[in-house]
């Protein structure tokens, strides 16, 4: 398929003051692990974020670092450095691509920030394996390599239904990590610091919601590739105001957009659901393949993830325990067929893509019959695409072309 | 002669097809020839020589669409391309009514696309990022027994038994050939097998539709394939007159059919 005219990127204004924002917090954070008063604690994306907050830990994030490593194509280079210790090539390439970085000395943050050699020295690596048991081994190898303490929640699996039973247990799970928290801080754990945290999370979590809602209008003004730029704050500052601010600026931007008619994709034509993890190394071409097919990849599962309706200041932990559970990773087949139908009504869409990532097992949705079962369900085609979110050794290029390219064709059949 | 023909491009990864058509889509010449590092050159070469069978000049050509792999990397006479899932799709459907399911093998990749009555797609798989089940699949067997590509089928023809392959990965593949070979099995059952590995590796990607085509470089010159094919899933196939040539033709169609809106 020609492309008769470039495509054209349209910058979101507010991503200055996000770069801004993310550029405090990595500074913060170097400040942080320089101090002899402040504590560092390593959290996996969707753990106790909120909890180590309170207790004024500077936060660090290695699945940020992971995905920076990944956007910045510098993973590639290092996964192998994790592979020659023993980490398959065939598991996790955020663990391999981030435990070769630091076997390497390398970080896309010394780059993007001077006087930042690296991420921060942790006291304390804090995981949820609700997204997989990957984000265990990873830290665990931390926890020898650094000897620090490495404690975390080990979460019930694919169930459809998130139980009462399941948040006692969870609930009870997060309460356990306090002793040792308070150890490492110092500290004791303020529950009024804490419902304040938890209140900050939900209302930047219900903001960060609007914004990929505002996507439901046609044309759409905002695309997943833009989404998984502008989701930094909602993953690393959920719990502060500054992520609120931020997301109340951008949400303002958006809705403008929508008022004024301005599309992400210059003459949206068809309207594309992304289940999986994006390609980090190839944000920009995939985002220019899809424009130049007039085709607005304008919704996300993985974006979606960072939604998280039931934090509850009320009930601090026991709501985390539920937010956590209700995260779509966690659940079974039959609860993310139906989120997925839910959303591909609510954003009108004419197609899915599904990337299968061959690192990342949890996140690839294609691997037992959904496609199949949900285009039958729905008539909504979908189109399975292989590669990886940061090993580019596992993208075929042409391959990804030709197969959205076809796919496009087919829609355009229809 | 002022004829107005209608020529497609489908410029693959192993070798470039061209295909120049009437204005009732009937094929009127055609060239093939191996795609090499020129790709311009290739494509211009066989242009040149689909033309001269047709009878016809560069000036006679009302329009052109090109498809394949270097679709978007060669200088030819149009900048209107098609993928090839959708020229193979299109090249079918003109010769073969109602639903059916496209088997297309070549040199670097398979697709199974599903067209319904109207042919129109329905759905279609590519191969993953893998070898097996592609010609590169038999190019790289055929250079581990050392017997040319071109004596494979009739090789296959001749076993007597064969010997299954294990494995869907191309270099473990080949490890058991060499296995085979050590062992003193017949080669001509281990060809049989390597094809059996191939066909098996297709039919694994995706359900059939009662009417079943095989397109594509890999069956056009081994038709041994086809058998095979026919005996594994208990029907005849269908096979266009020249199934190298179907993205070609396809491609060709869709230059005629651009000249239709």
């Known amino acids: ?414 | 002669m002022t004829e107005t023909v209608y020529v497609g491009l489908d410029m693959g990864a192993s070798r470039t097809k061209v295909a120049v058509i009437d204005h009732q889509g009937r094929l009127l010449g055609h060239a093939v020839k191996k795609s090499g590092i020129d790709f311009g050159a290739t494509a211009a070469l066989c242009l040149d020589a689909s033309l001269e069978m047709a009878g016809v000049t560069r000036s006679q050509i009302g329009d052109a669409v090109a498809t394949g792999y270097g679709r978007n990397n060669v200088d030819f006479v149009t900048e209107k391309n098609k993928t090839e899932i959708g020229c193979h799709a299109r090249g079918c459907h003109q010769q073969f009514s109602g639903a059916i399911t496209i088997i297309d093998i070549g040199g670097q990749d398979n697709k199974l696309i599903k067209l319904d009555e109207r042919g129109r797609r329905s759905s279609f798989k590519m191969n993953r990022k893998c070898a097996a089940g592609t010609g590169a699949f038999l190019e790289e067997m055929s250079s581990r027994l050392d017997i040319p590509l071109e004596e494979m089928n009739n090789l296959a023809r001749q076993a007597t038994e064969m010997i299954k392959l294990g494995s869907y990965c191309t270099v473990f593949s080949a490890t058991e050939v060499l296995e085979n070979i050590r062992h003193g099995k017949p080669v001509a059952d281990i060809i049989r097998g390597i094809f059996y590995s191939m066909i098996q590796r297709v039919l694994e990607m995706d359900s059939l539709t009662d009417k079943v085509v095989l397109s594509g470089g890999v069956v056009a010159h081994n038709p041994y394939l086809v058998e095979m094919t026919e005996e594994l899933i208990g029907r005849p196939v269908l096979l266009p007159e020249f199934p190298q040539l179907t993205g070609a033709y396809g491609a060709a169609l869709y230059a005629l059919d651009g000249t239709k809106t």
């Open chain 1, 1 to 414: 398929m020609a492309a008769d005219k470039q495509p054209q990127r349209k910058k979101i204004e507010a991503t200055g003051q996000m770069m801004k924002i993310m550029s405090d917090y990595f500074y913060d954070l170097n400040d942080a692990a320089k101090s002899d008063e402040r504590k560092v604690a390593w959290c996996t994306s969707v753990g106790p974020a909120e909890l180590l907050r309170a207790m004024g830990f500077a936060v660090h994030f290695p699945e940020n670092h992971a995905a920076m490593l990944g956007a910045t194509r510098m993973a590639t280079e290092l996964i192998p450095e994790a592979n020659t210790i023993g980490y398959s090539p065939d598991i996790c390439s955020y663990l391999t691509a981030d435990i070769g970085a630091y076997l390497k000395g390398s970080s896309p943050l010394a780059k993007a920030y001077p006087g930042i050699e690296g991420p921060p020295k942790p006291d304390v690596l804090v995981y949820n394996t609700n997204q997989c048991r990957d984000v265990q081994d990873w830290f665990s190898w931390y926890a020898k390599e650094l000897d620090v303490p490495c404690i975390g929640i080990t979460s019930p699996k694919n169930f459809t239904d998130v139980s009462e039973i399941l948040i006692d247990d969870v609930t009870r799970q997060i309460e356990a990590l306090i002793p040792t928290l308070e150890e490492v801080s110092g500290k004791k754990l303020d529950p009024q610091k804490l419902r304040e945290t938890v209140a900050l999370s939900r209302e930047c979590t219900e903001l960060w919601r609007q914004v990929l809602e505002t996507a439901a209008a046609t044309p759409a003004p905002l695309t997943f590739f833009d989404g998984t730029i502008h989701m930094g704050p909602a993953v690393v500052l959920r719990g502060t105001q500054q992520a609120v601010d931020y997301y109340q600026q951008l949400l303002a931007e958006l809705q403008q957009r929508i008022a004024d008619q301005v599309a992400a994709v210059d003459g949206e034509k068809h309207r594309i659901y992304w289940e999986g993890m994006p390609v980090w190394g190839r944000l920009r071409q995939h985002s220019e393949l899809f424009s130049e097919l007039q085709a607005s990849v304008l919704v996300s599962t993985y974006c979606s993830s960072w939604v998280f309706p039931d934090f509850d200041a009320e009930q601090p932990i026991r709501s985390m325990a539920k937010a956590y559970l209700g995260l779509f990773i966690v659940r079974s087949d039959a609860y993310k067929e139906e989120y997925i139908k839910q959303m591909l009504k609510k954003f009108q869409i004419d197609g899915i893509i599904y990337h299968d990532a061959k690192t990342c097992p949890c996140n690839s949705n294609s691997r037992y019959g959904m496609p199949q079962r949900l285009e039958e369900e729905t008539g909504i085609p979908s189109l399975v695409i292989s590669g990886d979110l940061n090993d580019l050794r596992c993208v075929s290029d042409e391959q990804t072309r030709t197969n959205v390219e076809a796919f496009i064709e087919q829609l355009e059949e229809k």
